[in-house]
Nanobody
């Protein structure tokens, strides 16, 4: 079965940090852009970040620039999202997915496939 498995979510206080992992199962990430998305209750899914197949190119939503860092380890078939200085508005279910389109811009959700089940991130005092 071809899918992603997200992990690393949890509950933190504002200003805290979390590191999300996105592990590919059944396929290799070597030739694919991987993106992180999030969806809060009652809101549409929004793009957070993407990373190119080599890891040399990344893009971020304005709302997370300077706080979140995406990275990948192709040997482990895994992509990460380091989230620092978390805010209550970062609360959402976070998903990852893949696309053959290069991460020269923040590729929109409809161009992605193989969505994982997501991992919940809650930022609250």
């Amino acid at each position: 079965q071809l899918h992603f498995v997200e992990s690393g979510g949890g509950s933190v206080q504002p200003g805290g940090s979390l590191r999300l992992s996105c592990a590919a199962s059944g396929f290799t990430l070597d030739y694919l852009t991987v993106g992180w998305f999030r969806q809060a209750p009652g809101k549409e899914r929004e793009g957070v970040s993407c990373i190119s197949r080599s890891g040399g190119r990344t893009n971020y939503a304005d709302s997370v620039k300077g706080r979140f860092t995406i990275s990948r380890d192709n040997a482990k078939n895994t992509v990460y999202l380091q989230m620092n200085s978390l805010k209550p508005e970062d609360t959402a279910v976070y998903y990852c997915a893949r696309t053959p389109i290069d991460c020269s811009y923040l590729v929109p959700a409809y161009d992605y496939a193989r969505w994982g089940q997501g991992t919940q991130v809650t930022v609250s005092s």
